[in-house]
């Protein structure tokens, strides 16, 4: 059988990355690529068994990049610090293991969020980038966030048909930690392709974000839970290209001569 290595990437996790790390005991490698985080994180990593590589944060493209450069293995399972694999998923991923037929598989995801399973708000299957596959065949782009991808491979992409489970935000602090976080993380990346902001743009693009998601994706039928997840996407949106606004605008306080 192929051996594993799997790359776990975190900051300042300390409350999510021991189950994230119990779920993969299983694999031949665990590596947890920390941006040096403050907290626990690292030593908990540690007295799990996990190999701690420590990389700046330079966006999250490179940093999958470097993760992946850490592994040692020919396979590598990417998992994010609040995603579990899942038992059934775990067989799955061996089976292929046996036999590939891919040299990249997508991995669906099951979402949970105040308390109940999340069907619709397109958080479910929720295939967001290749989570198996064979080093050398996935690179990123150098993105500040939601990092584009190129897959190289002559071989089509595979699917799994057994999920992993994700905690995308463990209390409703979390929706508008993340939705701050990842603006100005979007701001830096729409700057860096020469888009402008704008207010009104800004709300325009935030409205369309709310309605895609909760009407569009059905993230009505998960009820209060599908509301809060469309508004904080509303939020993330706004406030990316009202930040971008910002930084163009560059607005400076009046002056403030010395009163004599």
Same mark, same amino acid.
């Given at each position: 059988m192929?051996?594993?290595?799997? +790359? ?7 409350d999510?990355?021991e189950?994230?790390i ?6 031949? %490698? ?5 941006s ?9 990593? %540690?007295?799990?068994?996990?190999? =701690?590589?420590?990389? &700046?944060f330079?966006g ?6 470097q ?5 040692t ?10 995603e579990?694999?899942? &038992? ?12 590939p037929?891919?040299?990249?598989? +997508? =991995?669906?995801r099951?979402?949970?969020?105040? $308390? !109940? ?35 190289q ?14 905690? &995308? #935000?463990?209390?409703? %602090?979390?929706? =508008?930690?993340k939705?701050?976080k #990842? ?8 700057a860096?392709r020469?888009?402008?902001? $704008? ?13 895609h ?5 059905? $993230?009505i039928?998960?009820?209060w839970p ?12 706004? #406030?990316? #290209? ?5 930084? !163009?605008?560059?607005w400076?306080?009046? &002056?403030s001569?010395?009163?004599?």
């Amino acid at each position: 059988m192929n051996k594993l290595s799997v +790359y776990i990437i975190a900051y300042n996790e300390a409350d999510k990355i021991e189950a994230a790390i119990n779920s993969v005991l299983w694999a031949d %490698e665990i590596i947890l690529a920390d941006s040096h985080s403050q907290d626990e994180t690292a030593a908990i990593a %540690e007295r799990l068994g996990a190999r =701690v590589v420590q990389i &700046p944060f330079q966006g999250f493209g490179e940093l999958r990049n470097q993760a992946m450069a850490a592994c040692t293995h020919e396979w590598i399972f990417s998992l994010d610090s609040d995603e579990r694999c899942t &038992p059934e998923a775990k067989q799955e991923i061996l089976s292929i293991l046996e036999n590939p037929q891919a040299d990249a598989y +997508y =991995v669906p995801r099951k979402n949970f969020f105040m $308390g !109940q399973w999340i069907k619709h708000s397109g958080f479910y299957p929720d295939y967001r980038q290749p989570q198996l596959f064979t080093k050398g065949t996935l690179h990123f782009k150098n993105d500040p966030v939601h990092e584009e991808y190129t897959i190289q491979s002559d071989k089509p992409v595979g699917y799994l048909r057994n999920a992993i489970w994700q905690i &995308p #935000y463990k209390n409703l %602090e979390e929706v =508008v930690h993340k939705a701050n976080k #990842y603006s100005t993380l979007g701001a830096e990346k729409l700057a860096q392709r020469g888009k402008t902001g $704008g207010m009104f743009k800004a709300f325009g693009r935030g409205l369309w974000s709310f309605f895609h998601m909760y009407f569009l994706k059905k $993230g009505i039928l998960d009820g209060w839970p599908g509301f809060i997840i469309a508004l904080g996407n509303f939020e993330g949106t706004f #406030y990316k #290209y009202a930040k971008l606004h910002e930084r !163009q605008a560059a607005w400076q306080p009046p &002056p403030s001569p010395p009163l004599r």
